[in-house]
């Protein structure tokens, strides 16, 4: 498994036939790369798989975004509308892709951010499993039915 910036050349085929499923309440990856290509503060991301086969995806966004949060010194991304296409659910791969996530962001965004911060469903108590398993913390501040949770990089 591992996480690209996405690219037409290596996922436009791919992304078209990307499944998020009925039970998903992220966008479309196609919706993140439109978001990513208007704003130079927003990031496409692809997961693959072992073979180069898009998996998963999310928006990884600097800048203003984790501000939403409370979030203002700069060493924040805020991860968006995180999926795995539903044929490669239950595989470990979100629980992976949270594993690599701060040396991917190292080697091609930036070596500032240090920590991460998401929101997810209050009611989507799987998804909070993921993210717990993936060392993030819930906060305890709860924002209109979601729940905030981050991650810190782990130095030395």
Not at 5 to 14: C, G, H, R
Not at 77 to 93: F, N, P
Not at 99 to 128: G, H, M, R, Y
Request: hydrophobic content about 35%.
């Amino acid at each position: 498994m591992n996480l690209q910036l996405y690219s037409d050349e290596l996922f436009s085929i791919q992304i078209d036939r990307y499944e998020l499923g009925n039970d998903v309440e992220a966008a479309p990856p196609k919706k993140i790369v439109s978001c990513s290509i208007s704003d130079q503060n927003q990031f496409a991301v692809a997961i693959c798989d072992e073979v180069g086969r898009l998996i998963g995806f999310f928006g990884l966004h600097i800048g203003e975004q984790p501000e939403i949060y409370g979030k203002t010194d700069g060493s924040y991304a805020l991860i968006k509308e995180m999926s795995i296409d539903v044929r490669h659910r239950g595989k470990g791969y979100a629980t992976q892709c949270f594993e690599q996530i701060f040396e991917f962001i190292n080697d091609e965004i930036s070596e500032d951010i240090t920590c991460l911060v998401l929101s997810v469903n209050e009611k989507n108590f799987l998804a909070q499993r993921v993210y717990e398993k993936a060392d993030f913390k819930k906060r305890n501040d709860l924002t209109q039915g979601l729940v905030i949770m981050e991650k810190r990089k782990r130095m030395g």
